[in-house]
């Protein structure tokens, strides 16, 4: 009996150090063409345990684990491969990845705070790969909107920059300082609080992570609408050089760099730099110069210190400037408005003696007389720290970083002096601090907890200012009283803003990921958020004709206003999310979404309209903003090589801020104002498909329907101005920014072959933009709307397995004509201006890689 159970015990024993022994797995990953890749994930899918491939392409993974298990194979610009393992120990596994350059739905992503599969992610994500970036051209955030279709941005400068998903995030139009954006955007874990940071050029891109809908369980700062979730490549202890160039039409020169390799045994460093110069595509029949220039540089520094496997430390440092000639826009039009027959555009130019240069805004000419200047400087360093405690990660994310921002437009968008400045000059520093554990809990457990703070502080450098020419008088006159015509009266007459805004925001929030069983997840989450802002502003006139005469300042007045006011709140909210996931299989992940969101006190920072010419203070501070988000989506492989995913979604916002337009010139950029209520809802379809190893096709499509359900105090669009009222109920009334339809379409193919003695494949890609006609104006209007459009963009070439690689690229290659935006000139005579789409562009790409695959 006692050898029995010696015997049996033995057994035991035997069975479980060969089914919960350290297993042992080694293997080789590798392309189609048989070249090593450096940089792989391999995961063990279930658990933490994973490794990176070499230079070499081998990987080693060592743990305890259960058999039979999975391996999860992955790099940016291919397809993730699963591999079933029955027994690790003495099998090398070569593992071969199949090339994906669009946008991946397999690829590992870290969204929420963890490596997986993006299909097995109950979030409606898309994932764009460095490799897209990099053979795209010219690529920036403008162009992610071409690539994943419920993303929106319009930019008439850095600086007046919205960045919104499904129509919803910014202000459109014109930018208000005093309120947080909707849309978070973040590099390497970073958020970065000024929209500036989306017109700069990506440098050493690896993947970007589009989220859509409210965020505010698992990343620090709260956001309304989504998310831009940025990787760049990390420093590596294998050597690797990377060089770029392009040239193009318009004198188009773009060179783009990284090193990176070991400094020590336990320290690595990476280099990087874009710098990118064309001429302008707009042409200045006064200066008899081109503008909207570019004229950018980037640099980013990297130091990776990985004493052991559990620890790994990163410090970067980025430095981004551009010096444009830029950001002028072109009269597009004139809109009879209700106004006095005397204060009609026509009439005014006509008494002036002025002529447009154009009147086809396609002709590209402008004659503005007042230079364009958009210097604008980010920057910062951070520090991060992972350290994996047990089967999860504590991570510990600490940055600075500034915006400086020094401007000059012509916002009357004529030769006129009417608007003689324009100025707003900004700095802008911020402080942020994230400490976050994700990881398991138990079997059927795990999550992610984190604490967040950020600090903030805007401030003019040293003010702002608004000052007219000897036209304004014609453009501002209100009445047929010869003292508007008084010499000197208006000229040189303007303000100069001093403001100062400081926030704090903090946050404690986490959500935990329960599997109920193997099929069905429930993801419950919850954000605690205190956000506190104090602003200080005081417009103060100056110049124009010294003057006792009360008719006279009267007039004065009725142009500019002094304005001062303080502000001082702070407010608190618990919002949450709760998502059901329920995974049949592996080809099928479904998800239904219930989550509530809020953006923070907004404070007028643009001026405030006057009432018989005294300042509205009762619209310095603006209620903040509740959002009701409802979602289902589904996500399926439906083969081997193809996806298909689709969601449906409505979001309900309560006190919507907004940016509105209004006739007076001391506020030409627009005030906040709250909308009682607006909704928008809508689905997305997308998916992708690889045929063999030469074809591959993806596309997406979006439908967004976005109102106003209850907005009864907006201002009239720009052709009532001047009617009974300046206020009017635009309830049912649509959106701006919003196209009911928008998707893309691209494919390419690729050709195993040689060239010379490299070898790789030559390729063709082609890839397509459309979008339905949109209101470029906050309150609907029948005459500032954006026509729908179509835009063409291709490339052809050759890419080595290693060394050199190049092609020739063309976007717009059908030369269209369209516009961006429309925006009223300040004043509301009936002019406005657009922001025009570039037109057809075309280059040549070449690149050297040394010490890594070249996708």
Do not use: C
């Amino acid at each position: 009996m006692f050898k029995q159970k010696l015997l049996f015990l033995f057994l035991i024993t035997l069975i479980s150090q060969f089914v919960f022994a350290q297993q042992t797995v080694t293997g080789i990953v590798k392309d189609a063409n048989d070249v090593a890749i450096l940089g792989a994930t391999v995961l063990i899918k279930g658990t933490n345990l994973k490794a990176v491939t070499d230079v070499n392409g081998e990987f080693t993974i060592q743990g305890t684990t259960t058999l039979p298990f999975t391996l999860s194979v992955s790099s940016v610009g291919f397809r993730t491969k699963e591999v079933q393992v029955q027994q690790a120990s003495g099998n090398k596994f070569n593992i071969v990845l199949l090339a994906d350059d669009f946008q991946l739905s397999e690829v590992a992503v870290t969204a929420r705070r963890r490596t997986e599969r993006v299909q097995n992610v109950p979030i409606p994500i898309s994932v764009v790969g460095g490799a897209r970036v990099e053979n795209a051209g010219a690529f920036n955030v403008n162009r992610l909107k071409e690539l994943v279709p419920a993303v929106q941005l319009y930019s008439s400068n850095p600086r007046n920059t919205t960045l919104n998903i499904r129509g919803l995030g910014s202000t459109f139009g014109l930018t208000n300082d005093g309120i947080d954006p909707g849309v978070g955007f973040y590099v390497d874990g970073v958020y970065f609080a000024r929209p500036a940071a989306t017109t700069l050029d990506f440098i050493d891109v690896e993947r970007i992570e589009v989220l859509r809908g409210p965020q505010g369980t698992l990343f620090g700062k709260n956001t309304t609408a989504g998310a831009f979730n940025i990787t760049t490549r990390k420093p590596s202890f294998t050597p690797e050089v990377n060089f770029e160039a392009s040239y193009g039409n318009f004198g188009y020169v773009q060179a783009k760099s990284s090193v990176t390799g070991p400094l020590t045994k336990n320290l690595a460093a990476r280099v990087s730099f874009s710098g990118t110069q064309r001429d302008g595509v707009l042409y200045n029949v006064a200066t008899d110069q081109n503008v909207n220039d570019l004229n950018n540089l980037g640099f980013r520094g990297q130091l990776l210190y990985a004493p052991s496997n559990n620890v790994n430390i990163l410090f970067a440092g980025d430095v981004s400037r551009q010096r444009p000639n830029g950001y002028a826009q072109v009269v597009a039009g004139v809109v009879p408005t209700q106004r006095a027959a005397y204060r009609q555009f026509e009439q005014i130019i006509a008494d002036l003696g002025y002529n447009l240069p154009s009147r086809n805004p396609f002709d590209r000419k402008i004659d503005h007389d007042t230079p364009w200047r958009s210097d604008n400087d980010l920057g910062g360093v951070s520090l991060n720290a992972d350290i994996k405690i047990g089967p999860g990660t504590l991570t510990s994310t600490t940055a600075w970083r500034y915006w400086n921002w020094n401007p000059s437009n012509d916002r009357d968008f004529t030769g006129l002096p009417v608007l003689s400045l324009s100025q707003a000059p900004s700095k802008h520093q911020q402080w942020s601090q994230e400490i976050r554990y994700a990881g398991d809990l138990s079997s059927r457990l795990s999550g992610v907890f984190g604490v967040y703070a950020i600090g903030q502080r805007l401030k003019t450098d040293p003010y702002h200012t608004e000052e007219s020419g000897a036209a304004q008088w014609r453009f501002s006159q209100n009445s047929t009283s010869d003292l508007w015509a008084t010499p000197g009266l208006l000229d040189g007459y303007g303000i100069r803003t001093y403001s100062k805004l400081t926030s704090f925001s903090g946050a404690v929030f986490g959500q935990l990921d329960w599997s109920i069983t193997d099929q069905i997840h429930l993801l419950p989450g919850l954000r605690f958020n205190y956000d506190d802002k104090k602003v200080d502003f005081n417009r103060q006139t100056y110049g124009g004709l010294q003057t006792d005469d009360p008719a006279l300042l009267a007039i004065k007045r009725a142009v500019y206003t002094d304005q001062v006011f303080n502000a001082n709140t702070d407010n608190t909210n618990l919002s949450g999310q709760l998502t059901l996931a329920y995974k049949p299989n592996d080809r099928i992940n479904s998800y239904a979404t219930f989550s509530t969101n809020y953006k923070p006190v907004g404070l007028n920072l643009g001026g405030l309209p006057t009432n018989n010419g005294e300042p509205m203070l009762e619209l310095a501070e603006i209620k903040p903003e509740y959002v009701t988000h409802y979602e289902i989506g589904i996500k399926t492989t439906p083969l081997d090589n193809a996806t298909l995913n689709f969601s449906v979604y409505n979001t309900d916002i309560k006190d919507f801020q907004t940016q509105v337009q209004t006739a007076e010139v001391g506020v030409n950029r627009g005030y906040l104002a709250n909308a009682e209520k607006v909704r928008v809802r809508g689905a997305e379809l997308d998916g992708n498909v690889f045929i063999g190893n030469v074809f591959s096709l993806y596309g997406a499509l979006s439908y967004t329907d976005g109102k106003y359900i209850s907005f009864k105090n907006a201002p009239v669009p720009l052709e009532e101005t001047g009617g009974e009222s300046a206020f009017k109920d635009i309830s049912g009334g649509k959106l701006p920014g919003i196209s009911k339809w928008a998707g893309s379409l691209g494919g390419q193919v690729d050709i195993p072959g040689k060239f010379l003695t490299l070898g790789g494949s030559y390729f063709f890609a082609i890839d397509s933009y459309f979008r339905s006609s949109f209101s470029s104006s906050p309150s609907p209007s029948q005459y500032l709307n954006v026509d729908g459009y179509l835009l063409l963009n291709a490339r052809l070439g050759f890419q080595a397995s290693q060394s050199v690689s190049f092609f020739i690229w063309s976007r717009n290659l059908l030369d269209k004509d369209y516009f961006e935006q429309l925006l009223p000139a300040a004043g509301n005579a009936g002019h406005y201006a657009a922001v025009l789409g570039d037109p057809r562009t075309f280059g040549a790409t070449i690149r050297y890689s040394f010490g890594r695959t070249v996708r």
